[in-house]
C-alpha cells in the first residue's frame, strides 16, 4: 500500500510531466505555469501548519516535495518557500503569506534595520540596503529577509518584506535560475528578533534546503547516466560492458550514497528538533565535493552528446554547479563545521563527530 509520501510523491511527477525543462532566459525567469499547478494542488503549502495557512503535513512531506522537483529540473522557489522561509516566519510567530504566492529566502548582512515605533506595537521595522543573490528575484512575491538587528541589539532580525513592487537585479546562477539584487530604501516590514542560535539554525536550513536539491539532483543524474551506458553501444556492445565505464560508474554510485545519507540523517536531525548546524554542515560540504566527481564523470559517459542543449543533462549539471556555491560555499560550512566539532575540546571530538557525520 502506498504511503502519504509516496502519493505526493506521485502527485508531483504527475504534475511535472506537463511541464519539461527549459533554458531560463531573462524573459522567462521561472516556471510560471508550474508554480499555479503545484499552488492548486495544496503543495506549495505542505509542511507548514494549516492554523498559519499551511497545507500541514510533515517535514518529510516537504522534502519529498522538493527533492522530487529537483530531480525534475522544476524552475520554481519551493526549496526556498517549504524548507527554509516558511519555517522561519512560522517559528518567529510571524505572519505566514498566502502559500500560493512565491516566498524566497536571502541572508542580507549589508541591509541596515531600524526599528519603528508606530503605535502597532513591536516587530515593526524598515530596511535599507541591498540584498545580493536573491533567489528567485523578480518571481517571488516575498522575501524573508535575515539581516543584523538594529545597532545595540546582538541579535539578528528575520523580516518579511513584501518585493511585488521592487525592481530586480538583472543576475542569473549558471543554471539561469535568478539571483538578482533588491535595493531596499527604508521598506517597511514585519519581523522579529532571533537569537545567534536562532540565526544559525535559520542559515542551516537554508544550506540543508540546497542539499536536499543537490542530492536529488546528483541521485537522478546517476540514473541517466547508467542507463545512458546500458543503452549506447561502442565497439558491439554496450558503454556499461566496459571496464573502465563500470569503475566511473561505481565512483559517480560512492558519491551519490554518501551525499544520501548525510543529507538523510541532517533531515532526521531537523525534524527531531535537535540543532541542526553541524548536520546541515556537513551535509552540504559532501553534497558540494560531491559534485565535481558526479558531473564531470556523467559528461564523460555521455561524451559529446551530453554537452548539447538539446540533450537534458546539462538541465541537471549546471544546477548542480550552481547549487554547489549557494546558501554558503563548502569552505564556509568546513569552518563551521570544524568549530562546531572542536567547541567541546579533545574529549568530546570524537562523539561530536559521529553525531554530525
Same mark, same amino acid.
Given at each position: 500500500m502506498a504511503s502519504d509520501q509516496d502519493l505526493v510523491v506521485e502527485t508531483v511527477k504527475d504534475i511535472l510531466s506537463g511541464f519539461e525543462p527549459f533554458v531560463l532566459t531573462a524573459e522567462r525567469r521561472w516556471d510560471a505555469g508550474l508554480w499555479s499547478a503545484l499552488a492548486d494542488a495544496g503543495l506549495t503549502g505542505v509542511g507548514l501548519p494549516e492554523e498559519a495557512?499551511? #497545507?500541514?503535513? $510533515?517535514? /518529510? @512531506? !516537504?522534502?519529498a516535495i522538493v527533492r522530487t522537483l529537483a530531480a525534475g529540473a522544476g524552475a520554481v522557489p519551493v526549496a526556498e518557500q517549504l524548507l527554509v522561509a516558511g519555517p522561519a516566519l512560522v517559528a518567529a510567530d510571524l505572519a505566514l503569506p498566502s502559500p500560493e504566492e512565491p516566498t524566497t529566502f536571502a541572508v542580507a548582512d549589508a541591509v541596515t534595520v531600524h &526599528?519603528? @515605533?508606530n503605535g502597532d506595537g513591536p516587530g515593526r521595522f524598515t530596511l535599507s540596503g541591498t540584498v545580493a543573490d536573491v533567489a528567485w528575484a523578480g518571481a517571488a512575491r516575498h522575501v524573508v529577509?535575515? /539581516? &543584523? %538587528?538594529p545597532a545595540g541589539m546582538e541579535r539578528s532580525v528575520l523580516a518579511l518584506v513584501d518585493a511585488s513592487s521592487l525592481p530586480a537585479g538583472d543576475a542569473f546562477n549558471? %543554471?539561469?535560475e535568478p539571483r538578482g539584487s533588491l535595493v531596499l530604501d527604508r521598506v517597511g516590514a514585519s519581523g522579529a528578533l532571533l537569537t545567534e542560535a536562532g540565526a544559525s539554525e535559520v542559515r542551516a536550513r537554508y544550506a540543508l534546503a540546497r #542539499?536536499?536539491?543537490l542530492a536529488a539532483a546528483l541521485e537522478q543524474v546517476l540514473a541517466w547516466t547508467v542507463q545512458y551506458a546500458g543503452e549506447r553501444h561502442q565497439f558491439g556492445r554496450p558503454l556499461g560492458k566496459f571496464q573502465a565505464i563500470q569503475m566511473e560508474l561505481a565512483e559517480m554510485a560512492? $558519491?551519490?550514497t554518501a551525499v544520501t545519507a548525510l543529507t538523510d540523517a541532517a533531515v532526521q536531525s531537523l525534524d527531531r528538533g535537535e540543532n541542526v548546524v553541524l548536520a546541515a554542515a556537513a551535509a552540504k560540504v559532501r553534497a558540494g565535493a !560531491?559534485? $565535481?566527481?558526479? %558531473?564531470r564523470l556523467a559528461h564523460q559517459v555521455h561524451g559529446a552528446i551530453g554537452f548539447t542543449q538539446e540533450h537534458k543533462l546539462h538541465h541537471l549539471t549546471r544546477r548542480l554547479w550552481s547549487w554547489r556555491d549557494e546558501a554558503g560555499s563548502e569552505?564556509?560550512? #568546513?569552518?563551521?563545521l570544524a568549530s562546531g566539532l572542536l567547541a567541546g575540546g579533545p574529549d568530546e571530538l570524537w562523539p561530536a563527530l559521529t553525531r554530525a557525520v
Open positions: 495557512g499551511g #497545507s500541514g503535513g $510533515e517535514l /518529510a @512531506d !516537504a522534502v &526599528p519603528v @515605533d529577509v535575515l /539581516a &543584523p %538587528a549558471l %543554471a539561469g #542539499s536536499v536539491q560512492g $558519491e551519490v !560531491a559534485v $565535481e566527481v558526479v %558531473a569552505l564556509v560550512w #568546513s569552518r563551521v
